[in-house]
């Protein structure tokens, strides 16, 4: 069974830019979580969706922020404008359903350094 | 509010040696805990969980938990460190009924030959 797939896995932007990370979630896993991961701290839940649908988004900063999963499979997140501070490896992780008790698969991240 | 506190930042055990890494949480309802592992350059692996069924729970590599509700803590113990098992570990609670997942900061496990 394939993992959840990311792209690009590094990104080196300078402030101001925009910047878009996508992801695959595992087949048929009705939830998708995005996560950010600050050095040396624990990943934060940006938004998890279920389906195409928004479940939570919030600790999602939506002045800057914005991310889609419109077919319910793959999802975009989005920077727009980047900050200093949005360096972070962006986590992008999927379950068979939300909920509590679900085991999350995480994919390998994505690096970003805003410069 | 849920919250989850991972008492350590960093442990150091000897090879050979039981490791604890300890995690209190607070949940307003039926919490579910996890502990996750990160390896350098890896993603995020489960290592167990607890969904309210037997308290002591056992993951990969050896691992095991324990909820004790009355502590509000779900501790990670391993009898015996290997080598490998040096990474940084993440507690995490998501409350029953709801879809708020948070992460601990992490324990950084250190193990010496």
């Known amino acids: 069974e394939a993992g959840v797939a990311q792209s690009p896995r590094y990104k080196i932007i300078e402030k101001r830019q925009s910047v878009a990370f996508w992801c695959n979630p595992i087949s048929g896993h009705a939830t998708l979580y995005w996560y950010q991961q600050i050095l040396g701290q624990g990943p934060k839940l940006l938004i998890q969706?279920?389906?195409?649908?928004?479940?939570?988004d919030s600790q999602l900063p939506k002045d800057r922020f914005s991310a889609e999963r419109l077919k319910g499979v793959d999802s975009t997140l989005k920077i727009q404008p980047a900050k200093l501070e949005d360096s972070a490896v962006y986590l992008c992780?999927?379950?068979?359903?939300?909920?509590?008790?679900?085991?999350?698969?995480f994919g390998p991240g994505t690096r970003l350094t805003v410069t | 509010a849920q919250s989850v506190t991972q008492l350590d930042s960093h442990v150091s055990v000897s090879e050979g040696t039981p490791v604890l890494l300890r995690c209190n949480y607070s949940?307003?309802?039926?919490?579910?805990l996890f502990w996750y592992v990160q390896h350098p350059n890896k993603g995020l692996q489960l290592l167990l969980k607890y969904t309210s069924a037997a308290t002591l729970v056992k993951g990969i590599n050896g691992f095991e938990a324990e909820f004790k509700k009355s502590e509000t803590s779900f501790h990670l113990t391993k009898p015996s460190a290997h080598m490998s098992d040096a990474a940084e570990y993440f507690c995490?609670?998501?409350?029953?009924?709801?879809?708020?997942?948070?992460f601990g900061a992490g324990t950084r496990l250190f193990v010496k030959a």
């Open positions: 992780a999927s379950s068979p359903m939300g909920g509590t008790g679900n085991e999350q698969y």
């Open positions: 949940s307003s309802y039926s919490p579910s």
């Open positions: 969706f279920q389906n195409n649908g928004v479940v939570d």
């Open positions: 995490v609670v998501s409350e029953d009924g709801g879809f708020k997942t948070i």
